[in-house]
Nanobody
């Protein structure tokens, strides 16, 4: 079974940037679409962005600031996050889209604070 390991999180000031990576232990080619999700304290997990072979989609709150990409050869999905805001603070996860319970990993913490 494929496992996903997220990395690249950290503490960043408002307006800063981070690039998250999601490395899969097996091929992600078979997943038609992949997604990045986040969960802030006290809130439900939400979809941030998704990518298929033909399109990308973003939550309204991150449009124009975040960019999702995938490298099937490297079995990796990326999330470039620019112009970060305190409200972007959350644990970020990757998972196929739509998400599958078995594929949730540990996530990577992103904290946006001055």
């Amino acid at each position: 079974q494929v496992q996903f390991v997220e990395s690249g999180g950290g503490l960043v000031q408002p307006g800063g940037s981070l690039r998250l990576s999601c490395a899969a232990s097996g091929s992600i080619f078979r997943f038609y679409a992949m997604g990045w999700y986040r969960q802030a304290p006290g809130k439900q997990r939400e979809l941030v962005a998704s990518i298929s072979s033909t399109s990308t989609n973003y939550a309204d709150s991150v449009k124009g600031r975040f960019t999702i990409s995938r490298d099937n050869a490297k079995n990796t999905v990326y999330l470039q996050m620019n112009s970060l805001k305190p409200e972007d603070t959350a644990v970020y996860y990757c998972n196929p889209f739509p998400p599958t319970r078995d594929y949730w990993g540990q996530g990577t913490q992103v904290t946006v604070s001055s």
